[in-house]
């Protein structure tokens, strides 16, 4: 079997199951890809997922399903997701092995 793309915290898997229950419409999991943009030159997207697009890699993790952008695969491969809550914040964490840069306010990254 090939290496998962990604990688869920237990924390990650738990808030994305929280999430999916709270959505109005039917999510069958989230979506992850990349996007240009941010001072580092790409940031994480995340959105709900209520069907499967052609190409996408599918990711089970701990109960939950993750949906992987194609045209973000070769930038996520060995990702961990993690959820941190933080005293005045709390976010989905990317641990990217593929990261050479990233920005110091953490929303972008440069392979």
């Known amino acids: 079997m090939s290496q998962q793309v990604i990688k869920l915290s237990t924390n990650a898997a738990e808030r994305i199951k929280e999430i999916i229950s709270k959505a109005k419409d039917k999510a069958i999991g989230v979506r992850v890809g990349v996007k ?3 001072c580092a030159g790409m940031s994480y997207v995340m959105e709900y997922a209520k069907d499967i697009k052609p190409n996408e890699e599918i990711v089970e993790d701990k109960g939950v399903k993750v949906l992987i952008d194609p045209k973000a695969l070769m930038y996520l491969l060995g ?33």
């Open 79 to 111: 990702t961990e997701m993690d959820y941190k809550k933080e005293k005045f914040s709390s976010q989905f964490v990317f641990k990217n092995p593929n990261e050479t840069e990233r920005c110091g306010c953490g929303e972008s990254f440069k392979i």
């Open 36 to 38: 240009s943009g941010g």
